[in-house]
């Protein structure tokens, strides 16, 4: 069976861990070349070997995506490097969670830094490279997918600033959809429950307990759940958008 995403090229953000580096994973399977992007160069190259060793094509692209020019050269050294861009998966972010009252504000400047404003920053380098991708083939359709949250779509308390850039993506998710429907770039969010990642272990301890309490004993999702996820936006027909997924453990209320 000839693989899905043949001939196209998708870049990864947060690649080197998680949810990025199973999606990469998930479509190198599908036969697209993969730009790894991400700030720890070891763990990228360590990916791009695995990739590599089963026959896939992967560049590592270390960068800070919280910069617009590194976003920005990450971008295009993936188009120089592999020719063209077809899929951009906005992965990377951060999650601090904790009282607003006296909250630092050092984290919350660093969850909308990588969480809203990399992403707004990766979406722009990349739109002119996804447009013509699609005006020329092979798949003629092109595919932004922006990672969010089920705090994107009600706020909890204890989550303030994170709630507040899920919202974001949301937001500029649906309006971009509407600017590049015409032109066949399609955007799609994709909105995850709790996820078993390194997300939380950001926190501090007295967070993560609380959250461990909070969640109590049950399945988490595995990255590799919102790796397929990805993969089947992607892979959909060329009429077909999925603009918003919502992901949550099956006992998580």
Excluded at 31 to 53: F, N, S
Excluded at 59 to 81: F, N, R, W
Excluded at 210 to 219: C, R
Aim: net charge negative.
């Amino acid at each position: 069976m000839t693989a899905r995403l043949e001939g196209t090229v998708a870049l990864i953000t947060g690649a080197s861990s998680g949810i990025g580096r199973a999606t990469a994973t998930e479509l190198a399977r599908e036969g697209a070349a993969v730009a790894l992007v991400g700030r720890r160069k070891e763990r990228l190259a360590d990916l791009a070997a695995e990739i590599t060793d089963v026959g896939g094509q992967a560049l590592v692209v270390p960068a800070d995506i919280t910069d617009a020019q590194a976003a920005a050269e990450a971008v295009e050294s993936t188009v120089e490097s592999l020719g063209r861009l077809d899929t951009l998966v906005n992965n990377a972010g951060l999650m601090l969670l904790g009282p607003a009252p006296g909250a630092d504000l050092n984290d919350w400047r660093r969850m909308i830094d990588i969480n809203l404003m990399g992403l707004m920053y990766c979406a722009h380098a990349a739109i002119p490279h996804l447009v013509q991708a699609a005006a020329q083939g092979p798949r003629q359709v092109a595919d932004i997918v922006n990672i969010g949250s089920l705090a994107g779509r009600g706020a909890f308390a204890m989550s303030a600033a994170y709630c507040a850039t899920k919202f974001g993506v949301g937001a500029f998710s649906e309006a971009l959809r509407q600017e590049l429907a015409r032109q066949h770039v399609r955007v799609s969010i994709i909105e995850p429950g709790s996820v078993d990642t390194e997300l939380r272990e950001h926190n501090s301890a007295a967070v993560k307990q609380q959250l461990a309490a909070a969640f109590g004993d049950i399945e988490r999702l595995q990255a590799g759940d919102i790796a397929d996820s990805v993969s089947y936006i992607v892979t959909r027909p060329r009429h077909v958008a999925i603009a918003e997924l919502l992901v949550r453990p099956t006992e998580q209320i």
